[in-house]
């Protein structure tokens, strides 16, 4: 293996292992420390590849951008169905609550006060690739009759998605997979 896929990998794993942590404890829940031991390193191979920790949280959210919109694209190239195409949005979101966790963007809003400008900025552009993605899938959607709502796709889209923020945060806090199930199967009946 050469250098360059081995430093790769080793970004790719501390990315890894700084997302799980964030999604279980929050940004401001970890240090360096954590995610070394843990990945089997020192803290001074972290700071190599992240020097500091807001370093790290750019990185997380926009690796995470890039996956959502890679996920968001397989979904409109393979699923032509807009009802199915939430449906699976909603598969994504579903992740982390089988391990009553929440999403990285829902845990890094949570300690958004604290958070760099850069991570303020990069989640903000996550939410509102979600929010685009969204608008367009239900108004393509209501104008093709595969869905039915009132009012503008931007406002659905936007309750929408706080839906599904609002349920990982109440499956995790009771401890309860079927709070998500619950909430997810009100959103699609309501639109089908």
């Avoid at 845990?107 to 993605?133: C, I, R, Y």
Wanted: overall charge negative; glycine content about 6%.
């Amino acid at each position: 293996m050469t250098k360059t896929n081995n430093n790769k990998n080793t970004s790719e794993l501390i990315l890894d292992t700084a997302q799980a942590i964030v999604q279980q404890y929050g940004f401001n829940g970890f240090s360096y420390s954590h995610i070394a031991e843990k990945v089997g390193i020192r803290n001074a191979s972290i700071h190599y590849y992240f020097p500091n920790k807001e370093d790290l949280g750019e990185a997380l959210i926009k690796r995470y951008l890039r996956n959502f919109q890679q996920f968001v694209a397989g979904i409109d190239a393979e699923i032509p169905n807009n009802l199915e195409k939430l449906r699976k949005f909603i598969l994504l979101y579903s992740g982390p609550v089988q391990d009553y966790c929440a999403c990285l963007s829902v845990m890094l809003s949570t300690d958004l006060a604290t958070l760099s400008g850069k991570v303020q900025v990069g989640l903000s552009q996550f939410f509102t690739a979600n929010l685009a993605w969204l608008e367009r899938v239900l108004d393509e959607g209501r104008r093709e009759g595969q869905l039915s709502f009132e009012g503008a796709a931007d406002v659905q889209a936007h309750q929408f998605l706080a839906a599904l923020q609002g349920a990982q945060l109440l499956s995790r806090s009771f401890h309860d997979i079927s709070k998500y199930e619950k909430i997810t199967e009100g959103l699609i009946s309501a639109l089908a």
